[in-house]
């Protein structure tokens, strides 16, 4: 089989990895998750050094799908082309190749297995996605694009993750769309026939519980509070120029006090909404104060993204990303609630090894002077008039089980999820859509609605189920409001109580499959 050899085995493991990069949103090419089933197939191909091979196939593979899903990673480095622009193709080169590594770890531990015929396809699935929850833990965790994620998050089958969580998703999806690869077999039609019949079974069962779930969604009802969420579109080449801090302010101002048919009880402004530390805005004296309270109506809170500074050991000061709860009553602003983001991005708000960082220029893009210190583990907060609520900050929004943990730690189940996150840093592109589509996968875990506010977008309203509510967004490069009643809670999910339980047993399954193999008969090639 000369595709299976050489340099058209290597042109089609990249593909591979595309094709199910490009399966996910905002791209949609659903059909590109054949790309995992063309993967095993390449991985299963006989070579002279099996597993030399399998990790080199499983890693281009990876190159080529983590190449589609950080592109964005460029777009930071271009806010200062001028300085910075030199270092995206090396960014996007590092990020997609040390991604990669896990899928070529995933790709070798699969072959040295050699589990032979259609069982394979789901020792392959319990590699794969063991390895995708590597991926998110491992040196601060990057679960950007799970697999379990190219679903749409609101569609039918996006919803077995209140059942089994993204990563349990992750599982069923490689599984299901690797099983094509046993066409590859050879022996009897009829145990390739059956295992493509399970696989279709598995995914009409995906599609049939999502649409139970969907038809059957609680609806909303009157009476909940409305909100405003605040999207100022300015862009961040120019947000964090000194003398823009006034019309800074004022867009986000303007916005706030803008007439509506019910007056908002909460008014959300994004992540580090203000390029000034929010204790110098706000302190005596500051004219920025009495311009805040004036922007908010007697018994308003304003939740707003923002950075404060608190001196630490030595005296030096520690920085915080941090999101502030105002609430005005009469003539007085008073802060009712702080949220300290705990999970930060490496190279974004903290720098390993900081002084080389400096030295080649990254330490600009965190535009403080020093890192970001991270707040305790996260736990909802519940400001005065305030429904109890999680935050989740940019990044946070990523990992699968925060909500449930923080309402473990708090003894405390929140409302609603507040997800603030400065995507202007993400451009125009596939970064803000794809973490829309992420960051609504929590929603359908936890069963909670989640607000998202952005600088540029995309903002929105998000039920339960991870659908947008209608009228409820703007877009990229959008400059506006969104007013909207919170969508309700509703049961706690599977996923909610129990956590990755059922994802644990179903990788259980895959060890125990590749174990019975092993004492049942000595190893051969995979895919015979």
């Not at 500074?309 to 920085?319: C, D, F, I, L, S």
Request: aromatic share 10%; glycine share 12%; proline share 8%.
């Amino acid at each position: 089989m000369t595709w299976s050899k050489g340099w058209p085995a290597r042109a089609l493991t990249l593909l591979a990895g595309l094709a199910a990069g490009l399966g996910h949103p905002p791209f949609g090419f659903i059909f590109g998750l054949l790309g995992y089933a063309l993967l095993l197939a390449l991985i299963d191909a006989e070579g002279p050094r099996p597993l030399r091979q399998a990790f080199f196939r499983g890693w281009l593979a990876g190159v080529g799908y983590f190449s589609v899903s950080v592109w964005w990673i460029t777009e930071p480095f271009m806010v200062d082309a001028k300085e910075q622009g030199w270092m995206a193709p090396f960014a996007l080169v590092l990020m997609a190749g040390g991604l990669a590594l896990f899928w070529g770890l995933a790709s070798l531990l699969y072959r040295a297995l050699k589990v032979p015929g259609p069982a394979r396809v789901l020792v392959f699935a319990g590699c794969l996605s063991g390895f995708e929850w590597l991926r998110g833990h491992v040196f601060s965790g990057f679960p950007w694009d799970l697999p379990g994620e190219t679903w749409e998050a609101g569609t039918a089958p996006s919803q077995a993750a209140s059942l089994i969580g993204a990563y349990g998703l992750t599982w069923l999806t490689v599984a299901i769309a690797a099983a094509p690869a046993v066409l590859a077999d050879k022996g009897r039609t009829r145990t390739r026939i059956a295992t493509l019949a399970v696989a279709l079974a598995a995914l009409a069962g995906l599609y049939g519980y999502g649409a139970w779930r969907l038809d059957t969604a609680v609806k909303p009802a009157p009476g909940a509070p409305v909100i405003r969420v605040v999207q100022a579109n300015i862009d961040q080449k120019n947000k964090w120029k000194p003398e823009n801090l006034r019309m800074v302010f004022d867009t986000y101002a303007q916005l706030t006090t803008r007439q509506a048919a019910v007056q908002p009880a909460i008014v959300i402004w994004p992540e580090g909404a203000l390029p000034a530390v929010i204790d110098e805005l706000v302190a005596p004296g500051s004219p920025y104060a009495g311009a805040l309270r004036d922007a908010l109506a007697p018994g308003q809170t304003l939740l707003m993204g923002a950075n404060r500074a608190e001196a630490g050991p030595g005296g030096n000061a520690r920085y915080f990303n941090t999101l502030v709860a105002f609430r005005r009553e009469a003539q007085a602003l008073r802060v009712t609630g702080v949220y300290d983001k705990h999970h930060l991005v490496p190279f974004g708000e903290y720098m390993p090894a900081g002084d080389l960082a400096s030295k080649v220029g990254f330490r600009s893009l965190v535009h403080m002077p020093d890192d970001f210190t991270a707040g305790p583990p996260s736990q909802p907060i519940a400001p005065w008039g305030v429904p109890a609520v999680q935050v989740l900050i940019c990044y946070e929004a990523l990992f699968p089980g925060v909500t449930r943990a923080g309402a473990a730690r708090a003894g405390l189940r929140p409302a609603w999820i507040l997800n603030v996150s400065n995507d202007a840093w993400f451009g125009n592109g596939s970064g803000p859509l794809q973490h829309l589509n992420i960051a609504s996968y929590r929603a359908i875990e936890e069963g909670l609605p989640i607000v998202r506010a952005t600088p540029t977008g995309v903002s929105a309203v998000i039920d339960a189920y991870g659908r947008i509510v209608p009228s409820a967004r703007l877009g990229l490069g959008r400059l506006g409001v969104i007013d909207a009643p919170l969508p309700p809670a509703i049961e706690k999910t599977v996923f909610s109580r129990i956590g990755d339980l059922p994802f644990w047993g179903v990788l259980l399954l895959s060890g125990l499959i590749a174990l019975a193999y092993r004492v049942r008969r000595p190893p051969v090639q995979g895919g015979a």
